[in-house]
């Protein structure tokens, strides 16, 4: 079993900066992979961004709706997996949800409140 928590989610304008972070409860290096999600009302839960963090060369994967804007990135010392926004637009309003991936498990956080808005 694997628990993550998030934080870091609020009310942002649009062009500004969040970070958010997914705390975990074991070694990120043990877990297959680290994912990004989210989702917004209305919508389909989509794949935001990846890291492969069960190895030890690093691949990161984006959706192309986020692709320079968004980076993924982790602390092992910390288990700590990261989601750096920057110039944030309305359509990034949406629920964000830490995953992590085993083989044969799906591990959720309980998501935070990202909102773009002026």
């Known amino acids: 079993q694997v628990q993550l928590v998030e934080s870091g989610g609020g009310l942002v304008q649009p062009g500004g900066s969040l970070r958010l972070s997914c705390a975990a409860s074991?070694?990120?290096?043990?877990?297959?992979?680290m994912a990004w999600y989210r989702q917004a009302p209305g919508k389909q839960r989509e794949l935001v961004a990846a890291l492969n963090s069960g190895s030890p060369t690093y691949y990161t994967y984006y959706a192309d709706s986020v692709k320079g804007r968004f980076t993924i990135s982790l602390d092992n010392a910390e288990n700590t997996v990261y989601l750096q926004m920057n110039s944030l637009k309305p359509e990034d309003t949406a629920v964000y949800y830490c995953n992590g991936r085993e083989v044969g498990y799906d591990y959720w956080g309980q998501g935070t409140q990202v909102t773009v808005s002026s």
């Open positions: 074991k070694s990120i290096s043990s877990i297959y992979s």
